[in-house]
């Protein structure tokens, strides 16, 4: 099951990129996140209503973190990477970016969350930066036009992501997925709505490929994408799930190649298999340390360092 989940959550997650350059060519990232966000809201709400999802014993602090959470997991991100894209940076380097993720969780996972990474994770953690590495210079070669300065955007955005992940990792109070969901996604939309409207960039244009990329990025990023990686990060924890990243850049190019003819090389082929070893070898190189201590975390039992071993 873990293996069929994370397919679809690449797929997934990868396509918001995707989705963010179908919507680019017609409005600005602001415009295209608050209609992304506004039906969103009202679907979640209606979807909580229907199913009597359960609020009560929630406390004031668990809804204001989880709207944190939302803050910095869809409000800081989505708007970097969209930002981003809207500058010029191809929807690959984006994703290439965010394929720093793991070394990132993975380094300070141990320290803060006590879910160790062992010697066999951290050598899959390098291949799969190995990977990343290689796809780089293949989008490098090609040049996008863009300044230095701009590919810092999608950075901070990554580390906004891995701040959230850690964020919701140390919570102690079990929200409900819908639950969560419902506050991270009304707390982008009041922020992209405040944000467009501010800037003038709230009209929405008539052009069909902005609903049509609307719609792409409610059904697949959101739902599929970002509801499938708290899901992952739940059952699988921080180490893993994170991993998974490291296929989002030749996913992503093998999605622009297709769809908007970028170029896609021997390099980049390469880059996809060294990512797809590297998330076998974190897989396989520790299957309790992150279970144990993820379930000591949900539980609120004292948590219990892993051991290094291979």
Request: proline content about 4%; overall charge positive; charged content about 10%.
């Amino acid at each position: 099951m873990n293996f069929l989940l994370s397919i679809a959550f690449v797929l997934c997650w990868s396509s918001g990129f995707i989705g963010a350059k179908l919507g680019a060519g017609s409005a600005s990232a602001v415009t295209i996140l608050m209609w992304r966000f506004l039906p969103l809201v009202v679907i979640l709400i209606v979807i909580a209503t229907v199913s009597r999802t359960s609020w009560r014993g929630l406390a004031v602090r668990d809804v204001a973190r989880q709207a944190m959470i939302g803050v910095l997991s869809q409000s800081c991100y989505l708007l970097t990477v969209y930002y981003a894209i809207q500058l010029g940076v191809s929807s690959g380097t984006t994703a290439l970016i965010d394929g720093v993720q793991p070394l990132v969780a993975g380094a300070i996972a141990g320290p803060l969350l006590r879910q160790y990474v062992s010697r066999k994770q951290w050598l899959g953690l390098c291949l799969g930066a190995s990977g990343v590495a290689i796809v780089t210079m293949a989008d490098a070669a090609a040049g996008t036009g863009a300044s230095w300065w701009i590919y810092l955007i999608p950075f901070l955005g990554m580390l906004s992501l891995v701040a959230a992940t850690f964020l919701e990792s140390r919570s102690r109070a079990r929200v409900a997925p819908p639950v969560s969901m419902t506050v991270h996604c009304a707390t982008s939309a009041v922020i992209f709505t405040t944000l467009a409207v501010s800037t003038g960039a709230a009209k929405p244009p008539a052009e069909l490929s902005f609903w049509v990329a609307i719609t792409w990025l409610v059904a697949l990023s959101t739902f599929g994408g970002y509801g499938l990686y708290w899901l992952i990060l739940r059952r699988t924890g921080v180490t893993k799930v994170n991993t998974l990243m490291f296929l989002m850049a030749p996913v992503t190019a093998v999605w622009g190649a297709l769809m908007f003819g970028e170029p896609f090389g021997p390099q980049i082929a390469l880059g996809l298999a060294v990512g797809l070893a590297a998330v076998v070898l974190v897989y396989r190189g520790d299957t309790s340390s992150t279970k144990v201590c993820a379930r000591d975390i949900d539980t609120g039992e004292a948590a219990r360092p892993a051991k290094y071993g291979a």
